[in-house]
């Protein structure tokens, strides 16, 4: 390559990267050309569109706008609902998606199942804005599969002008007749977070693999039925909202938007503990090489230090992205919704894989759901 095209080259790339200077995180482009050699021609070029298969109301779907002015790439949301729905689709064969956002412990599951693609870092520079504590998560240590997305915890929503704060699960499980909320709560349509709430309240391990325990859990979950409007992930926080229900076993973050439609709306971790979680940004091992890069650029857009604080001003999920934490407002990192204080953390379990005893576990919840 001639000498003056090369410093012209350079240029471009000085004033590319300058001109993002101001966000606080890399660029995210597709990674430059190198020079004019042959294998340039077989260069990969990010997709044109990608699928990001979410959580629901999980991300400021502006993020997309932004994304596309920036890169030209348009991202598709889909929505699913629990970690084990994620899962079946995946081992379905279902291809198409190229960032998908499984919990923890289904993490650990994929990677074993060989579900993952492995991340290119260099196509992810801002993965050095992750906080230390999320950067050697044990199921997935290095975050050589997945990138920590946001982080919060499971326990119960209610409207507080119509009942007292909970104190203890027993408001589920021991189910009266004559509480205003009988009929009028919910529970996750997900197995692991509603086997976690009664063997919680039971004492036990939310991970355990015994047999006796997890049909004692089954049981009470069945005894918790007669007082349950029903069994739901995506719309609990609304229906609380409207007045229709009035106590929900849900997800911190979804309470706390909801409170923007009901001021009544709080959210409390019960006496005997509740679980915390992290989802994560993965790409599919299904995915093609256009569409990985493009992934790649998605999470690393994600990772920049203003869209990061943007999607927790959003979900009110807390950021595992220290450079993001950094723009968020004080009484935002002082919600002790968000961010539980020690004495409460310490009550809080993440869920695990438990191996063979997964399909024990489904077994067990499809009994419970069959139950009257
Ligand atoms: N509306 C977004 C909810 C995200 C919840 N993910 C948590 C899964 C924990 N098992």
């Not at 992205?321 to 004495?343: G, H, Q, R, S």
């Amino acid at each position: 390559m001639r000498t003056s095209i090369r410093w012209a080259l350079v240029l471009m790339l000085l004033l590319a990267l300058t001109a993002c200077g101001g966000q606080g995180g890399e660029a995210t482009q597709a990674p430059a050309a190198e020079d004019t050699t042959q294998e340039a021609t077989a260069e990969v070029q990010p997709a044109k569109e990608i699928v990001f298969y979410n959580w629901s109301e999980y991300i400021d779907p502006e993020v997309y706008d932004l994304f596309e002015k920036e890169t030209g790439i348009k991202v598709v949301e889909d929505n699913f609902s629990s970690n084990e729905e994620l899962l079946a689709k995946l081992k379905g064969g279902v291809t198409g998606y190229a960032v998908i956002v499984p919990s923890d412990y289904m993490v650990n599951i994929m990677i074993q199942e060989g579900l993952l693609a492995e991340l290119d870092h260099d196509n992810i520079p801002n993965i050095k804005n992750l906080a230390e504590e999320w950067r050697n998560v044990p199921f997935d240590p290095g975050n050589k599969y997945c990138v920590p997305y946001q982080w919060g915890t499971t326990g119960l929503g209610y409207l507080s002008d119509q009942m007292d704060e909970p104190q203890t699960w027993a408001v589920l499980f021991k189910p009266n007749p004559d509480a205003p909320w009988y009929g009028r709560a919910t529970m996750l349509d997900d197995a692991r977070e509603s086997f976690a709430a009664a063997l919680i309240y039971l004492g036990y391990d939310p991970n355990t693999t015994d047999e006796g325990q997890l049909k004692e859990a089954r049981d009470l979950l069945i005894q918790a039925k007669p007082g349950l409007a029903g069994y739901d992930s995506d719309t609990y926080e609304d229906l609380l909202a409207a007045g229709e229900n009035l106590l929900a076993h849900g997800w911190s973050g979804d309470f706390l938007m909801a409170q923007e439609d009901n001021e009544n709306i709080a959210y409390t971790i019960p006496q005997e503990g509740g679980v915390i979680w992290v989802d994560n940004l993965c790409i599919p091992a299904s995915v093609t090489p256009e569409e990985k890069l493009a992934a790649e650029m998605f999470i690393n857009f994600i990772l920049r230090p203003d869209i990061g604080a943007k999607i927790s001003e959003y979900n009110y999920y807390a950021t595992p992205n220290a450079a993001a934490e950094k723009l968020l407002p004080e009484d935002f990192l002082n919600d002790p919704t968000v961010y539980p204080p020690e004495e409460v953390r310490a009550k809080l379990h993440f869920l695990k894989p438990v191996g063979e005893a997964e399909a024990l576990y489904q077994r067990l919840w499809d009994e419970v759901k069959a139950a009257p």
